[in-house]
């Protein structure tokens, strides 16, 4: 056997075939890796919910079997006391994110688990037991985002600037938080306690 035969697996045609193939076959996988995480990431799929889901309860409860929290889609409770369409829920969510976006919320906060962490992460937020009762949270959190210099002080004593946003904002941020809430984050993140909404009364129909 000739020393060209015994190290063929050295030979640069070797080498360039491979590395051919390897990026060929990577280029097959990221394909179908991106068509995938659009699939999840997408709203109205398993793992992320339509929009229309802020029409109803939204819990965070732990499942044994997969060995941490979880949301849980519960009875009929329109955010703010109305029941809206997909496309006006669509249009309501989107208007918070872009709040959140305009605003620069992660300068300070993160959004499942992306951003600063000088304040809380908002991915639970609007299951955060701070809010107090459940039937005056969602009045609470809009006031408290349009005067946020007037709540107390958390217990690191940090408080939010006020970031002169409007109520109308406020209440899209709001939409958008119990949205994010719904979103299916692996058990993200861990040791939450979520709000007590058992037998709590539904909030009463925002007036005209």
Known sequence: MSETQALWWASTSFWRKTAIWVTAGSFVVLIFLTFDTVKQITAGGKRVPAYSV????????????????????????????????EAEAEALV??????????????????????????????????????????????????????????????LGRRMPNLKITEEEARATVAFLKWMSSIDTNGFPANFKPIDQSNAPTPAAAQP
């Open 54 to 85: 802020i029409n109803q309860r939204i819990d965070y409860k732990f499942d044994e079997k997969r060995n941490f929290q979880v949301p849980v889609i519960g009875p009929e409770e329109p955010l703010f006391g109305k029941k809206v369409t």
């Open 94 to 155: 989107s208007h918070g994110k872009l709040t959140t976006q305009a605003k620069n919320c992660m300068d300070c906060h993160t959004l499942l688990g992306n951003g600063a962490y000088f304040a809380p992460d908002l991915t639970k937020a609007w299951l955060d037991p701070s809010w107090g009762a459940k039937e005056t949270r969602e009045q609470t959190m809009v006031e408290f985002l349009v005067h946020p210099e007037l709540a107390a002080h958390n217990p």
